[in-house]
């Protein structure tokens, strides 16, 4: 079965370092996502891809956030100084479409990223 | 008021009850609904998607009322594996897909 997979699983990182999260979304998938989920909290929207370009993005996804499609598998995130705050899970989702049944989200496993 | 608002819980019922959850949603414009299912540091998985006329999937019934804007997913004789917490997720416009905080669900035996 197809699946949506992450690296790293998990990454501990220093305050102020640049960390990259990777994720290959399924092959078919057009949409992309990225959320993510503060240990205890709900899981949060962070920004959606498609056809190379964000589509929306939250107010959490400010300037020190950015993604990217580098090639036809991988679709990153960037998280350029981290602050404690950003310590969660982070997910990464594809869709085949927006719409109907065929616009359900298929999760990866999440990266779990700990800034000290 | 919340984008997607669900009662968090939790709810703690013996095995074989039935138990339901509601779920509003704020966005009046919204095109699609769905369930899904996250087990304890797990990622989120689809349960089931909401349609219009209602649907079933074995033990569960999902309903939508987009009048009253408001979801429900009903789930009957509960299985110690029913044990988890449920997200109400809304797409709104766009390519937005909102969660609701979830609600936790434990099943005693």
């Known amino acids: 079965e197809p699946e949506v997979t992450q690296t790293p699983s998990h990454q501990v990182t220093q305050m102020g370092q640049e960390v990259i999260l990777r994720c290959v979304p399924i092959s078919n998938h057009l949409y992309f996502y990225w959320y993510r989920q503060i240990l205890g909290q709900k899981v949060e929207f962070l920004v959606s891809?498609?056809?190379?370009?964000?589509?929306?993005k939250s107010e959490i996804f400010d300037d020190q956030f950015s993604v990217e499609r580098p090639d036809g598998s991988n679709f990153t995130l960037k998280i350029r100084s981290t602050k404690l705050e950003d310590s969660a899970m982070y997910f990464c989702?594809?869709?085949?479409?927006?719409?109907?049944?065929?616009?359900?989200?298929?999760f990866g496993e999440g990266s779990r990223l700990t800034v000290l | 008021r919340k984008e997607v608002e669900q009662d968090p819980g939790p709810f703690n019922v013996p095995e074989g009850a039935t138990v339901a959850f509601n779920c509003t949603y704020s966005n009046s414009a919204s095109q699609s609904f769905f369930w899904y299912r996250q087990d304890c540091r797990k990622e989120p998985k689809l349960l089931m998607s909401v349609y219009s006329s209602g649907n079933e999937d074995g033990r569960f019934t999902a309903q939508l009322n987009r009048a009253s804007q408001y979801i429900s997913l009903l789930i009957r004789d509960s299985k110690l594996s029913d044990s988890a917490t449920y997200l109400c997720?809304?797409?709104?416009?766009?390519?937005?897909?909102?969660f609701g905080s979830g609600t936790r669900l434990s099943i005693r035996p």
């Open positions: 997720v809304v797409k709104g416009s766009a390519s937005k897909i909102i």
């Open positions: 891809f498609y056809n190379n370009e964000i589509s929306e």
């Open positions: 989702a594809s869709s085949e479409a927006h719409g109907g049944a065929a616009g359900e989200l298929f």
